[in-house]
């Protein structure tokens, strides 16, 4: 179970690289011909009067790249983090589960371990330790579900600031 576990979440970590790869390769492709382009702008500028309204304008553009930039950086780390995280929940059910079956068994094979004390201190165990996995569950799923939101939220009045910015110009 370790061996498998631990493949699936280099594999998890490894795709995570790999789209993060490939995002810093199109972010530099992307730099390159904006840098082209800008440079192309200013010598085609007629008089400098015209270069602040340009500057707002390519200002905004590239905020609003980065913004995207980092979006996309996030959406990546958020969607390995959600995936590992559902990776360690169902290993540990089976961890548990494969731990309960080898105390139940070792309660069963001790004397008078299927009808006394043991087997309801062992049912017992078993419910509370149940119960406060699954508490540290939701508790986990709620923060990400926060944490995601509290992100999307700033990052959506980010995109309205520099959308505004280049209006002003």
Known sequence: TGLDTWFEASQVL???????GRLQFETIK???????????SLAELRDFTELPAQAGTQAAATGEKVLGYTRSLYDTAHEAGVQLFALSEQKSAELRAGWFAALN???DASPGGKTGGTKAALDSTRATVETVMQ????????SFAMTDAVVKTASDTAAQTIKSIGVRG
């Open 135 to 142: 508490g540290f569950t939701r508790t986990a799923k709620q």
């Open 105 to 107: 068994e070792l309660s």
């Open 30 to 40: 992307s730099v390159l011909r904006d840098g082209a382009q800008r440079g192309r």
């Open 14 to 20: 490894a795709g995570w690289a790999e789209k993060i």
